[in-house]
């Protein structure tokens, strides 16, 4: 029966764009995310993080910006 399986399926490999921004760009672009998504400021979603306020959240679909934003604070934290 093994030899009637069917061949896996493979889908192309996708690779995004990378979009370079400066120090500033970056902090802008957290912070209307943040407030987009969380309805703050980037710098209340960081002081919340850093408080412990999201550490024992239970990931699910209502709250994944959460974990999108917590990988977008370098953004916000960049010197220019």
Do not use: T
């Amino acid at each position: 029966m093994a030899g009637n399986a069917p061949e896996p399926v493979h889908e192309p490999f996708f690779e995004p764009e990378v979009v370079w921004v400066c120090p500033e760009e970056g902090r802008r672009m957290f912070d209307e995310v943040a407030r987009e998504w969380a309805g703050m400021s980037g710098d209340e979603f960081i002081r919340r993080y850093e408080a412990g306020e999201y550490a024992d959240m239970v990931e699910s679909e209502d709250n994944r910006y959460v974990v999108e934003l917590v990988l977008m604070i370098p953004f916000a934290r960049q010197k220019g």
